[in-house]
């Protein structure tokens, strides 16, 4: 299949090709917008639409080329769509001294007590902005701009599955044991990732999680 040259479409989007099939599109701050607008669009030439921070990869069917009406949609900036019932997420959270050890680091930097820092965070509907790093692994949008927090210096050789952290303006749930440099605020026995699941992944791009302390 001929490829046309990056950025080449009547699209205001920058966009380029990922190999073969995948065509990058840089959306900005826009990403859940835009990612539910090409969902809704339904090409039948685009087998899957996959949001990231603050852009969105298309996967196209083997040899056909982008759908005609591509560059025609992102030509204008995407509609602010209609609240939708998204699914709601109530995970379970874990609040302990060796689950929270990052926790009075977090509360500190958002300048609050620990207990108000968690009734705080367990008060924030968040929304799952995109799943990347581990399969599964959900960046929920919603944090206070003042609450972000810079990776940590030296990452820890083994985040324990479940782990509820904070890295960026995004806060995350690792799915499985791991690496990690993010600062882990407590624990959720959800699980996030099955492979044995009909949808292995538990949350998806759009879906609403709330945490609730554990008694």
Do not use: N
Request: glycine share 10%; with cysteine.
């Amino acid at each position: 299949m001929a490829k046309p040259q990056a950025g080449q479409s009547q699209s205001a989007l920058p966009w380029r090709w990922m190999g073969e099939r995948g065509l990058r599109l840089e959306t900005g701050a826009v990403t859940l917008d835009r990612y539910a607008q090409l969902v809704d669009a339904s090409f039948e030439e685009i087998e899957d639409v996959i949001p990231a921070d603050g852009s969105i990869l298309l996967i196209l069917k083997p040899g056909v080329p982008p759908p005609a009406k591509l560059g025609e949609l992102l030509a204008a900036p995407p509609p602010r769509l209609p609240e939708r019932a998204a699914a709601l997420h109530v995970l379970p959270l874990r609040v302990t001294e060796d689950a929270s050890p990052d926790l009075a680091l977090c509360a500190a930097r958002a300048g609050l007590a620990a207990g108000e820092f968690v009734r705080q965070f367990t008060a924030i509907e968040f929304t799952v902005a995109f799943l990347g790093f581990q399969p599964g692994f959900p960046y929920l949008a919603g944090l206070p701009g003042h609450w972000a927090m810079s990776r940590r210096a030296t990452p820890r050789v083994r985040v324990p599955a479940g782990s509820v952290a904070l890295g960026g303006s995004y806060a995350g749930v690792y799915p499985m044991a791991g690496p990690g440099g993010w600062h882990i605020v407590g624990q959720t026995d959800a699980k996030l990732f099955d492979p044995a699941r009909a949808r292995p992944a538990l949350l998806a791009a759009g879906d609403r999680v709330q945490f609730e302390v554990q008694s």
